[in-house]
């Protein structure tokens, strides 16, 4: 599936609110906030070129934190819209050593399970 204009329909507010969820430190998020407050635009069309104009949605276009910032918004997407159907991957691992008994991995003890939720979707830039 390709997104067509996908930057371009991040909400702002939601992505500052998503950063805090997923752990970014409030410092940071704060840092990024200004990168994208009073952002504007113009446009050219025929030699004419508009006034400014203010943008209030979406990420900035080629900044190397685009990708990240629209991986953030369309992960806690996805885990909303799947939260029921699809809660992740399970990995289970034994870590004692044993990994070539097979008698040993059956058995239920020094299991350990981990849960991945992250990178529902990928990037060109993020691989």
């Known amino acids: 599936m390709d997104l ?3 930057f371009d329909t991040v909400n702002r507010d939601g992505l500052w609110k998503v950063m805090q969820k997923f752990g970014c430190p409030v410092l940071f998020t704060h840092m990024v906030r200004q990168l994208h ?3 504007t635009a ?3 069309g025929n030699g004419i070129v508009s006034e400014a104009g203010t943008v209030t949605n979406g ?9 990240t910032q629209f991986s953030l918004m369309f992960s806690a997407m996805l885990m909303g819209a799947y939260r029921d159907e699809c809660p992740g991957i399970s990995i ?3 870590n004692d050593g044993h990994f070539l008994n097979f008698r040993r ?3 239920s ?9 992250d990178l529902l979707f990928t ?3 993020s691989l």
């Open 59 to 67: 990420v900035k276009q080629g900044c190397v934190l685009a990708p």
């Open 105 to 107: 991995m059956l058995a």
């Open 37 to 39: 407050d009073g952002m």
């Open 92 to 94: 289970t691992c034994r």
């Open 42 to 44: 113009l446009v050219t």
């Open 4 to 6: 067509t204009k996908a």
């Open 109 to 117: 003890t020094r299991v350990s399970t981990t849960t991945v939720h």
């Open 123 to 125: 990037n060109d830039c």
